[in-house]
Every structure is written in structure tokens, then in C-alpha cells.
């Protein structure tokens, strides 16, 4: 979804990249300034580690190491989070953030290209998560780890709670998706906006590729995405103010780098459609063995509130809160930092402390 909502934002390229370079540097210094760290029991690492047989980019960064610690699965096809370190940066006093760039995404995606990375899958992703997690875990002992997955994030997060309950303190869902319910109420939604606004083309195009998702292919999932990011006000100020200037700013992001992410889109989401298009969060069960959170935007058109909460009352968990992020469309987490960040202070915390 990522990628289509970058695409739908702006063209990303490499003329547009050099136009803004001398704004560019300043910004980043900038936004580098900000995420300096100030206790002298802070984490500050990055760099690659050995996981599934290739060099995968991990970063963990908090202000004290012995705060629970939030691994952070990202969505896409292939999109990383660890542009919104920024975004984050309030989180770092109350938990030490872990992005990881997985296989044919981001940074991962320059150092292996798609050679390293193909074949991909879901469960290649899972079994890389595991490694990761277990990684984790060892260099932050004893601190707990909280599973933290944003939109695509969970079609990995999912599986990775239910088998390997005991990796987490606590799973916390963002963003989720369940079924194909959510392309076939998007696509009518968009369709009934283009027909409202007499913006025949879009009529067109949407019901060229017909109402059944299962029916598509990547093109025309992307073809029906645009014209989301073209009727959706929210999500047009999403892409605007969110996605450009955090891949633009980012502080350790090379010119080179934010081309790859965008390669690394390209190459993930041909990847993985196929089986995104069949996923169904239910296929596996309901049943979770840790504490399971759901916070999802009230007004996310892509991966829509309902379906994320009928499936919410049907999960087993020891424990289990749902929270609704207020004013929140796609990226609740980063749209609304400051009070996902509360939900996480007043939900997860007590259950992982005890």
C-alpha cells in the first residue's frame, strides 16, 4: 500500500531529488539535530546483520536500553519504517525502537539488490522475523519485546505471534487488514466519489478492472490505489506532509538510498501480490497465546476499522484492548504519534511491567 501511496503522492525522481538538494542537506542536519540523544544510558546502533543467510539493516535507538523494546514489522509491499524515526522520536523515553529494513525493502534491498532477496514470501519474511527478533532479544536482555505491526507488517506479525508466542511480551496491530473486504470497499468508495465528482476517467479505469478484487493484477490494484490517493483528502495530506518529507529528511538516507527504497517497492510488491490478493488474517485461526492490541485509524480507507474490529471480537488472547486512533487514516502510528504513543503508555505498559 505504501508504495502506491507514495506514487499517488509524487513523482520520485531523480530530477526532482537533485532540485531540492542544498534544502535537502540543510533539513537533514536539521531533523539529525533533533534525534540527538541525552541520557548516558541511551542505544544508538544501525548497520547490517546476518539474518537468513543475507545482510539484512537493522536499527535500534532508545534513551535507555533497559525500556521495553518495540520491534517494528513495516509494511509496504517492501516499505520500511525507519524513515519515521523522527516521527518516533517522543517513543524513545518509554521504549527502545528496533526497525529493520526486511529482505527487498529499503537498505536491505541496496546492499542484496533482487538477486539476494528473490525469491520472496510471506513465510520467508516470518522465518527472517524470527531471526531478528531472537537477535534482538539477546542484545537487549532482559528488557521485555513488544511485536509492533503496521498495515502489511501484520500479514508477518500474525503468523510470527502465533507461532512463536514466546519472542513478545505483548503483540500490538496497526493498520491491519483482514481480507479482500477491505479492496472491495475501498474500490466501491473510490468509485462512488469519481462518480459524485463527474471525473469520468476514473469511472473509466475502475470499472474497466471490475469490482472483484480477485480479478486483478498488480497493475490494476495500483490503477484502483492512485485513484484513492486522488479522491482521499486525508491521504493526499498523508503523502504531502508525512511521506515525502520523511523519505527527503531523513538523516541517513543517501540519494542512492532513497532510490533503492523505491526500487525496493517495485521488486517486493511484484514479489509478494500474489499472495497478498489471497490473505486472510482468519486462515490460521483466531487464537493468540501473548496480550494482543489493535489500534486502528478511524478513518483509514485502506485498511478499514469494521473488518479490524469483527475480527478483534473473534481473537483468543490472555489479554486483549482495542483503541481507535482519533482523526487517524493509513499510518495511525505516524499521522497521530502522540496519542498512539498514550495508547501504548496507558494499554501495553501495564501489561508488560506487571
Same mark, same amino acid.
Given at each position: %500500500?505504501?508504495?502506491?501511496?507514495?506514487?499517488? +503522492?509524487?513523482?520520485?525522481?531523480?530530477?526532482?531529488?537533485?532540485?531540492?538538494?542544498? !534544502?535537502?542537506?540543510?533539513?537533514?542536519?536539521?531533523?539529525?539535530?533533533?534525534?540527538?540523544?541525552?541520557?548516558?544510558?541511551?542505544?544508538?546502533?544501525?548497520?547490517?546483520?546476518?539474518?537468513?543467510?543475507?545482510? &539484512?539493516?537493522? /536499527?535500534?535507538?532508545?534513551?535507555?536500553?533497559?525500556?521495553?523494546?518495540?520491534?517494528?514489522?513495516? /509494511?509496504?509491499?517492501?516499505?520500511?519504517?525507519?524513515?519515521? @524515526?523522527?516521527?518516533?522520536? +517522543?517513543?524513545?523515553?518509554?521504549? @527502545?525502537?528496533? &526497525?529493520?529494513?526486511?529482505?527487498?525493502?529499503?537498505?536491505?534491498?541496496?546492499?542484496?539488490?533482487?538477486?539476494?532477496?528473490?525469491?520472496?514470501?510471506?513465510?520467508?519474511?516470518?522465518?527472517? +522475523?524470527?531471526?531478528?527478533?531472537?537477535?534482538?532479544?539477546?542484545?537487549?536482555?532482559?528488557?521485555?519485546?513488544?511485536?509492533?505491526?503496521?498495515?502489511?507488517?501484520?500479514?508477518?506479525?500474525?503468523?510470527?505471534?502465533?507461532?512463536?508466542?514466546?519472542?513478545?511480551?505483548?503483540?500490538?496491530?496497526?493498520?491491519?487488514?483482514?481480507?479482500?473486504?477491505?479492496? @472491495?470497499?475501498?474500490?466501491? &468508495?473510490?468509485?462512488?466519489?469519481?462518480?459524485?465528482?463527474?471525473?469520468?476517467?476514473?469511472?473509466?479505469? #475502475?470499472?474497466?478492472? /471490475?469490482?472483484?478484487?480477485?480479478?486483478? $493484477?498488480?497493475?490494476? !490494484?495500483?490503477?484502483?490505489?492512485?485513484?484513492?490517493?486522488? @479522491?482521499?483528502?486525508?491521504?493526499?495530506?498523508?503523502?504531502?506532509?508525512?511521506?515525502?518529507?520523511?523519505? #527527503?529528511?531523513?538523516?541517513?538516507?543517501?540519494?542512492?538510498?532513497?532510490?533503492?527504497?523505491?526500487?525496493? %517497492?517495485?521488486?517486493?510488491?511484484?514479489?509478494?501480490?500474489?499472495?497478498? %490478493?489471497?490473505?486472510?488474517?482468519?486462515?490460521?485461526?483466531?487464537?493468540?497465546?501473548?496480550?494482543?492490541?489493535?489500534?486502528?485509524? $478511524? $478513518? $483509514?480507507?485502506?485498511?478499514?476499522?469494521?473488518?479490524?474490529?469483527?475480527?478483534?471480537?473473534?481473537?483468543?488472547?490472555?489479554?486483549?484492548?482495542?483503541?481507535?486512533?482519533?482523526?487517524?487514516?493509513?499510518?495511525?502510528?505516524?499521522?497521530?504519534?502522540?496519542?498512539?504513543?498514550?495508547?501504548?503508555?496507558?494499554?501495553?505498559?501495564?501489561?508488560?511491567?506487571?
Amino acid at each position: %500500500m505504501f508504495g502506491s501511496i507514495l506514487a499517488g +503522492a509524487a513523482g520520485l525522481t531523480a530530477a526532482s531529488l537533485i532540485a531540492g538538494l542544498g !534544502w535537502r542537506r540543510t533539513a537533514q542536519r536539521r531533523v539529525a539535530k533533533g534525534l540527538e540523544t541525552r541520557s548516558p544510558a541511551a542505544i544508538v546502533e544501525e548497520g547490517f546483520v546476518r539474518i537468513g543467510a543475507i545482510d &539484512q539493516w537493522i /536499527g535500534i535507538r532508545g534513551e535507555d536500553r533497559s525500556n521495553p523494546a518495540l520491534l517494528v514489522l513495516h /509494511g509496504g509491499p517492501g516499505a520500511p519504517f525507519s524513515m519515521f @524515526t523522527p516521527v518516533m522520536r +517522543a517513543w524513545e523515553d518509554d521504549f @527502545t525502537i528496533v &526497525q529493520w529494513d526486511q529482505r527487498g525493502a529499503g537498505k536491505t534491498f541496496g546492499r542484496n539488490r533482487a538477486a539476494g532477496c528473490a525469491p520472496l514470501s510471506f513465510a520467508r519474511l516470518v522465518a527472517d +522475523a524470527i531471526e531478528v527478533a531472537e537477535h534482538v532479544r539477546a542484545r537487549l536482555q532482559p528488557a521485555p519485546l513488544v511485536l509492533l505491526a503496521g498495515s502489511m507488517g501484520n500479514m508477518i506479525g500474525l503468523p510470527l505471534a502465533r507461532r512463536r508466542p514466546d519472542l513478545f511480551a505483548a503483540y500490538v496491530a496497526t493498520d491491519m487488514g483482514v481480507d479482500l473486504r477491505n479492496e @472491495t470497499r475501498s474500490y466501491a &468508495q473510490t468509485l462512488a466519489r469519481l462518480s459524485s465528482a463527474g471525473t469520468r476517467r476514473g469511472v473509466r479505469e #475502475l470499472e474497466a478492472i /471490475g469490482a472483484d478484487p480477485s480479478r486483478w $493484477d498488480l497493475q490494476a !490494484w495500483q490503477r484502483k490505489q492512485r485513484w484513492i490517493m486522488k @479522491t482521499d483528502r486525508r491521504m493526499r495530506a498523508v503523502g504531502r506532509t508525512l511521506l515525502m518529507p520523511s523519505i #527527503l529528511t531523513a538523516p541517513g538516507y543517501t540519494l542512492r538510498d532513497v532510490l533503492d527504497l523505491q526500487r525496493g %517497492m517495485e521488486f517486493s510488491a511484484a514479489q509478494l501480490f500474489a499472495e497478498f %490478493m489471497r490473505y486472510d488474517a482468519r486462515r490460521e485461526g483466531t487464537r493468540l497465546g501473548l496480550p494482543f492490541f489493535l489500534f486502528q485509524g $478511524d $478513518d $483509514d480507507i485502506f485498511t478499514q476499522a469494521e473488518p479490524a474490529q469483527e475480527l478483534f471480537a473473534e481473537v483468543a488472547a490472555p489479554h486483549k484492548e482495542f483503541a481507535l486512533i482519533r482523526e487517524a487514516g493509513h499510518f495511525a502510528a505516524f499521522t497521530r504519534p502522540q496519542q498512539f504513543l498514550e495508547e501504548l503508555r496507558a494499554r501495553v505498559l501495564p501489561q508488560i511491567r506487571g
